[in-house]
């Protein structure tokens, strides 16, 4: 079963292919993938990478945590699954926005 790991203090130059290239010393990538800001387009410094079993990503851990990837030193451990996150469009769960506190239709008409 494939293992998903967590690579973090990523250069903003490295790529979804040399992180690939990089884990794939310990074993099989089933996949890498640097995250990158939606706007930008600018890597955040972070990746995942899933090995094709629990061994190898072990060793993958063992070989690149602490260790340096592209000029830097990376942390390399076992992902944790995604929680939940609530809502960031500025509605809640009733439908109103509360994103304009203290602004609403009363305070601009008294000024």
């Known amino acids: ?3 998903k790991l967590f690579v ?5 130059e490295t790529t979804h292919e040399t992180l690939k ?8 990538v089933e996949s890498a993938n640097v995250i990158v800001d939606k706007i ?5 410094g972070f990746g995942f990478v899933e090995m094709s079993s629990d061994e ?4 993958a851990i063992e070989m690149f945590n602490g ?3 592209d000029g830097r030193s990376v942390t390399v451990n076992e992902a944790k699954p995604m929680e939940p996150r609530p809502r960031r469009d500025g509605f809640n769960r009733d439908g109103f926005n509360r994103g304009n506190r203290g ?3 009363n305070q601009r008409d008294r000024w």
């Open 1 to 3: 079963m494939a293992k």
């Open 8 to 12: 973090g203090g990523l250069s903003y």
């Open 21 to 28: 290239e990089a884990f794939s010393q310990a074993g099989t």
């Open 40 to 44: 930008s387009g600018r890597s955040k």
């Open 56 to 59: 190898e990503a072990q060793k």
């Open 67 to 69: 260790k340096e990837l």
């Open 103 to 105: 602004f609403g239709r």
